[in-house]
């Protein structure tokens, strides 16, 4: 069991016959002698190589000395891999190497036998000696052995009592006398012993190791016993975790310690009848109650056999804990007995098959399963066969092919068999492979099979009532498409006339009042159609988040500003209380986290009359680039019962009383619960009825470092833009539409063209060759995404195929975006359009820089300092395109002068300020201070 003693048999057979060999090579010289000695006494392999190599080099003067080693297989993994030694010859594989080459890992390093000196060397033509390389045929590589000034060469085959080894080889730059080749032969001779030593102690090392891993890691308990004294000699880790004592505890004590169920000394003697079995006959297998050191008693399966360890005849015990076994043969005797007591007691039917034999049997229950008596026939294969219904023939057969071929071993299988009365029963056949034949084909299946007719009629039912239910919600879904859709149309002409007008700076109080209440109305309105799609796609699970890096502070900050004119129109206070510390720049869901947050906010300022409402932002925790925030939302407002708080998170439902009358679906706070839970967290509330509300969520927000400060440019009224006109081409079957983008792009500068549908689209793009195409989905004729992809395709010519279009749709569902997307659209804006995400769309895709009504204001001002000086700053066009204008102001014809100012955008940069003012002045139709701004510039021409 131990290595020494494999050493001492490994000594006493190898090292007499290297004393032989000693003693009859005396002229071996002194310090070749010494190197032999040093090798035969070495046992590791590596060294021994090292050593045999050096020393050739040391002792002979060669240049360098090679040893290859013959692989020990066929075909090593290494050569078949690489794909040489095709013919499966045996390879030498070089593995050590001194003098001038050191390295292993050359040309040479497998040599497949019979090939080159090397391979000739081992294959039978013997030792190899000449002292004229250049000239032997047998040695290749003549230039490279005329670059390194080789002279000699001397080969031998390393051999063991007959048995190849390898070839140990070197090169000299000296002539190799024939001496020298009697010691290289001889001291061959000396190396094949050490390789040989050495290669015997790594195999005897391996195997004790194995045998160790094997002792320490096997399953059952294993011991050593003598024969003579019956001690344990050895045990291994498994032996002390199923008896409970420590390894000390167990060695040197009789057995009998261990196979103790009452009395040891009537124990031990019981076992050792086995014993002398085990070593007068045979090995012994038996089952014996042991006892535990705790006293507990255990089932084993003991295996008895003798064997010659070390030169010395043992017992080995091989011990398994079987007492989970016998309790399962207990439990299953019982088992089978309540199994034949269930058969009798439900309606299934029990089989039995011989795949072998054919011989079948089937239990009372299935005849009466089926209407039959057990009198009526004899069921075998061909006659259940004929039971089945012919559509359901091939899938019942087909399962004990699927046996026969061994690609199952059990089955599920549902179909349908004929009753005695000619009806048809739906059953479950389930079965299952227990014997198998010595080649591993099945020889027997052994199944149940159960009446499933009701469940069928129920899935049946069940699944009509499905497609009911996906009918309902496809017809729901499209409904509240269409209605979107319907609805956002008519908003989109609301929404944005509204915004045009509110630019002009000359309404009167009552018309801002007016327009405010349209935009107010027509925001209430797109906001309970986005409530209701919000919640659609929710119910769907078809909302998912779409997280964005932005600025936490100014997220927060315009969300406060928002809010406090919301309160301040109900004269009520509002408090924002951020943290002392915030993380900059975070990852989230913007949009939908601003959503819950206004939802919340305004919730607060709807059911608050008096008092004030506060916003506060707390910052838990910041850790391993994550920020804990505590978004919470106080209010002194009407409050809710303790009771209602459960009903206030359901879809239309608002909790109030009768005397409350208040805007809104009810949906706010069943999308922010649902978006907070999206997020991944909870929102909580805590409410006092009459005293007022607290609504709170925590999230954790990603931080992201670096992120760019946003825009401070505010609502600035956008006036124009530099640079050359630009060509924008709006396609929409809805002239209203049409027609409210027109008015706003036309008063910015834009040449405008109209298309009502895909068709006159492309047309109109051939003509008009725009920079830009604002691109309506839905249209008769042709829709807008065949007219993308014909863009895109060519179709209308190449040289727009790169035009930026923009998807402008009341359909708003996030496919719709996928799908202008993938026809080829550049961007995707949700009607009703607003101006602000408009103008920075057109502004990112045509690269546009804005004059804003600020600059403008500047200029003005100092266009009225000019006035007074009578030198004008802003540049002007020649008297010729200022005059018509006067002329046109003078007679109200706005819209002509319009086009003249379209006229001077084109005649230069330098002229586009002086066109923005006219052009705001026209949009307020303020004619006659186009007269006052134009004449100093008349003036001044004329006296040119």
Sequence with gaps: MRVFWMGCFFQCTITPFYLVMIMKQEFLGDSL??????????????????????????????????????????????CY??????????????????????????????????????????????????????????????????????????????????????????????EITQEAFDRFAVFANQAAIAIKNAQLFEALQTSETTYREIFETANDAILVIDIETNEILDCNQK???????????????????????????????????????????????????CREKAGQLIWTEISLKCANLGGRDRLLAAVRDITKHKGAEEALRESERRLVLSLEATRDGLYDFDMASGNTFFSDNFY?????????????????????????????TQELETYAEGQNDSHFVEYRMRCKDGSYKWVHDRGKVVEWDENGNPTRIIGTNVDISERKRAEVKLQKTIEAAEAANQAKSEFLANMSHELRTPLNAILGYTQILKRDKDLTNAQEEGLGIIQNSGEHLLTLINDILDLSKIEAQKLELMPTDFHLPQFLKNIADMTRIRAEQKALAFRYEPPSTLPTGVRGDEKRLRQVLLNLLGNAAKFTHEGQVTFKVKCREVSGGSAKLCFQIEDTGIGIAEEKLAEIFLPFHQVRNSSQQVEGTGLGLTISQKLVKLMGTELQVKSTLGEGSVFWFDLDLPEIADLPQPATAGERAVLGFKGRKRKILVVDDNQESRDMLVNLLSSLGFELAEAPNGRDCLD?????????????????????????????RG????????????????????????????????????????????????????????????EIETDLQHESEGWEEGTPPLQAPSSDEVAPIFELARRGRIVAIREHIDRIEQLGDQFIPFAAVLRRMA???QTEQICDFLKPYLEETDGR
């Design 81 to 174: 891999q690489a794909g040489s030694c095709s013919n499966r010859e045996r390879c030498l594989h070089l593995v050590g190497s001194a003098g001038v080459y050191t390295h292993l890992n050359g040309e040479f390093r497998r040599v497949p036998l019979g090939t080159l000196k090397i391979g000739r060397i081992a294959q039978g033509e013997g030792r190899m000696w000449t002292n004229d390389v250049l000239n032997d045929d047998r040695l290749p590589d003549k230039q490279w052995l005329r670059e390194n000034a080789f002279r000699a060469f001397a080969g031998c085959p390393l051999t063991f009592r007959g048995e190849l080894l390898g070839v140990v080889a070197m090169f000299s730059r000296r």
């Design 239 to 289: 032996a002390c975790q199923m008896f409970g004592y420590r390894r000390e505890e167990i060695l040197h004590h009789k057995m009998g310690m261990i196979f103790s169920s009452e009395d040891p000394v009537t124990s031990q003697e019981n076992v050792l009848r086995f014993a002398r079995k085990a070593i007068e006959d045979s090995p012994q297998l038996f089952e014996w109650l």
């Design 764 to 792: 109109k793009t051939a003509a008009f060759h725009p920079d830009l195409i604002l691109m309506d989905l839905v249209m008769p004729v042709m829709d807008g995404l065949e007219a993308t992809r014909r863009i895109r």
């Design 368 to 396: 009466r399963m089926l209407g039959y008596s057990p009198n009526d026939f004899v069921m075998d294969y061909e006659r259940w066969v004929s039971l089945l219904h012919p559509d359901d023939l091939k899938k019942a």
């Design 923 to 925: 949009r307020g139709f």
């Design 795 to 854: 179709e209308v010519t190449e040289l727009l195929q790169g035009v930026v279009i923009i998807a402008l749709s009341a359909s708003v569902f996030a496919h719709n975006r996928q799908q202008s997307l993938e026809a080829g659209c550049d961007d995707f804006i949700p009607k009703p359009v607003q101006n602000a995400e408009l103008l920075e769309k057109l502004r990112l895709h045509l690269g546009l820089e804005w004059i804003y009504e600020t």
């Design 33 to 78: 002698q010494r190197i032999t000695l040093q090798t035969t006494s070495s046992l590791d392999l590596q060294e021994v190589l090292t050593t045999i190599t050096q020393g050739i080099v040391n002792e002979l003067g060669a240049a360098f000395a090679r040893i290859w080693l013959l692989d020990e297989g066929d075909l090593c993994a290494e």
